[in-house]
Nanobody
């Protein structure tokens, strides 16, 4: 079992930045792919970014490419999502997720149904 706890959400103006954290506990986090998803009111949960167990490979949704950066520190059992140049359409509840990596291609992990563990979510609101 892996427990995930997100933090770092909040209210920010358009163009601002936030850094989300995902603290993991339980089994060895370093063998797990970590992903970030988001869900806006009335919309389905959508993929944001994923990072391989080593941190060497990343994959982003087109909507956040060039603005968001996913990273991880396995020594601290923590993953991060740095969000820059935020837009009102980035407003959502952000979730981190984890699953033991079995497929080499990081793009495989853009689907919510491949993840085994989820955090409770953190609200990000971008005002215009």
């Amino acid at each position: 079992q892996v427990q995930l706890v997100e933090s770092g959400g909040g209210l920010v103006q358009t163009g601002g930045s936030l850094r989300l954290s995902c603290a993991a506990s339980g089994r060895t986090f370093s063998s797990y792919v970590m992903g970030w998803f988001r869900q806006a009111p009335g919309k389905e949960r959508e993929f944001v970014a994923a990072i391989s167990w080593s941190g060497g490979r990343t994959y982003y949704a087109d909507s956040v490419k060039g603005r968001f950066t996913i990273s991880r520190d396995n020594a601290k059992n923590t993953g991060y999502l740095q969000m820059n140049s935020l837009k009102p359409e980035d407003t959502a509840v952000y979730y981190c997720a984890a699953v033991e990596q079995h497929v080499y291609s990081i793009s495989y992990y853009n689907r919510a149904d491949v993840y085994a563990y989820w955090g409770q979510g953190t609200q990000v609101t971008v005002s215009s």
